[in-house]
């Protein structure tokens, strides 16, 4: 069975602090993407991985970074978390490029407080 | 810019009735998905459409994309408690991701 694994289902931050965010896929799958979820503004992409230490910004990357050290896991960072953040992150995995159906972890709901 | 708008934004039916979600764009997708949220989980994948004018059957439920392949529709027929959830649209972008609709939340009561 296809598994996409997130670290945390919660994390409560304080302001200013530096946060990671861990994704592990099981799949052997080439794409990994990181997406945030707020009410009605549905999903927004924040950045993508077609490869190990590649990335490419999504909508919103202003604030994040990422990391992709080995094909398996990608990380999201947030250097200086900030109350606007407050969202649930949820991370995906998809085969390749050009095959777009993706498989989602299960969330992190994220709090700064 | 790549949009999918979905509506309703919200719909809420009792038990045993039938209901249709759209999904439309003024671009062309190679293909679509559909994903159904349950609260505090990550979306799974329903079916993916992939020829213009396909229709697709999973037990009640009923995709069909447009003959254009701009638009989708999922029909849910005798809606039961357990299709509850938020229904997502998605198509491929121009750089390989993942476009989504903002979501379909769907309440079945008893």
């Known amino acids: 069975d296809v598994k996409v694994t997130q670290s945390s289902r919660y994390l409560v931050k304080r302001t200013g602090e530096k946060v990671f965010l861990e994704c592990v896929q099981d799949m052997d799958h080439e794409n990994m993407f990181w997406y945030r979820q707020d009410p009605g503004l549905g999903l927004r992409l924040i950045y993508f991985?077609?490869?190990?230490?590649?990335?490419e910004k999504g909508d919103i990357p202003e604030g994040y970074s990422v990391s992709r050290e080995k094909k398996e896991r990608f990380s999201l960072i947030l250097e200086s978390a900030s109350t606007n953040q407050t969202s649930m992150y949820l991370c995906?995995?998809?085969?390749?490029?050009?095959?777009?159906?993706?498989?989602f972890g299960q969330g992190t709901r994220l709090t700064v407080v | 810019t790549q949009l999918l708008e979905q509506s309703p934004q919200f719909l809420s039916i009792q038990e045993g009735e039938n209901l249709t979600v759209y999904c439309n764009s003024s671009?062309?997708?190679?293909?679509l998905q559909w994903y159904r949220q349950e609260p505090g989980e990550g979306p799974v994948l329903l079916v993916t459409?992939?020829?213009?004018?396909e229709v697709k059957k999973l037990k009640r439920l009923t995709f069909q994309f447009g003959d254009a392949r701009k638009d989708s529709s999922l029909h849910i027929t005798a809606a039961q408690t357990g299709d509850t959830g938020l229904y997502l649209c998605?198509?491929?972008?121009?750089?390989?991701?993942?476009?989504f609709g903002k979501g379909t939340k769907l309440s079945v009561k008893p």
């Open positions: 995906a995995s998809s085969p390749q490029t050009g095959y777009t159906e993706a498989f």
């Open positions: 998605a198509g491929a972008g121009s750089q390989g991701n993942l476009i």
């Open positions: 991985s077609y490869d190990v230490k590649m990335k």
């Open positions: 671009s062309v997708f190679s293909s």
């Open positions: 459409v992939v020829t213009g004018g």
